[in-house]
């Protein structure tokens, strides 16, 4: 089976603090996103790549950066973390574009 | 740019049948997905419909209707682990191949 590991379930921060969050995933895919979750908003696009070193902006990028330097890993950045930046942060990989999305199990991020 | 309409709640008892449906506009189309959300955990894979007609998977079924841009996601006989948000998203026209996702239609089960 495929797995999309976030290395936190759960994480508090403070307004202004560089936040990092990681995504790993184990079945050399070559797609992967990142979303957040709201309430009553449904799932909203911030980032995805499509290969090492690619990546391009979602519906919602403002305030975000990634990193993608290796095939397995994406990481998204808060570079100075505001408080209507707390959501739940899902990531997800597909093998292929057209292809279903694998979702890692989320962080919920809560910024005070 | 992508509209994907759905139902934002829904609910039916134990044994029933209910039917979710989504509407959706888009500049492109490549299929649409439904994927099956319970609360606290990831969306899981629940279907894949590219072209017309019902596709059927176990209690669960999906169609769709690429001419009137509407698809439902069919449950029967219901069990209260069905309690979920259910979630429909479309394949976008463009080569990235990104999803576009609605709202979800949280689906409560009673017994």
């Known amino acids: 089976d495929v797995k999309v590991t976030q290395s936190s379930r759960y994480l508090v921060k403070r307004t202004g603090e560089k936040v990092f969050l990681e995504c790993v995933q184990d079945m050399d895919h070559e797609n992967m996103f990142w979303y957040r979750q709201d309430p009553g908003l449904g799932l909203r696009l911030i980032y995805f790549?499509?290969?090492?070193?690619?990546?391009e902006k979602g519906d919602i990028p403002e305030g975000y950066s990634v990193s993608r330097e290796k095939k397995e890993r994406f990481s998204l950045i808060l570079e100075s973390a505001s408080t209507n930046q707390t959501s739940m942060y899902l990531c997800?990989?597909?093998?292929?574009?057209?292809?279903?999305?694998?979702f890692g199990s989320g962080t919920q991020l809560s910024v005070l | 740019g992508q509209n994907i309409d759905q139902p934002t709640e829904m609910t039916a008892t134990e044994g029933a049948i209910v039917q979710i449906n989504c509407t959706y506009q888009t500049s492109g189309f490549n299929g649409l997905f439904w994927y099956q959300q319970h609360a606290g955990e990831a969306p899981t894979f629940l279907s894949y419909?590219?072209?017309?007609g019902l596709e059927e998977k176990g209690r669960f079924s999906s169609f769709l209707s690429r001419s009137k841009g509407y698809s439902y996601l069919l449950l029967k006989e219901l069990q209260m682990k069905d309690s979920a948000s259910y979630l429909c998203a479309t394949l976008g026209g463009s080569t990235l191949g990104r999803l576009y996702f609605g709202r979800g239609t949280q689906l409560t089960v009673w017994p």
């Open positions: 419909n590219v072209l017309d």
């Open positions: 997800a990989s597909s093998y292929d574009s057209g292809e279903k999305l694998f």
């Open positions: 790549s499509y290969d090492v070193k690619m990546k």
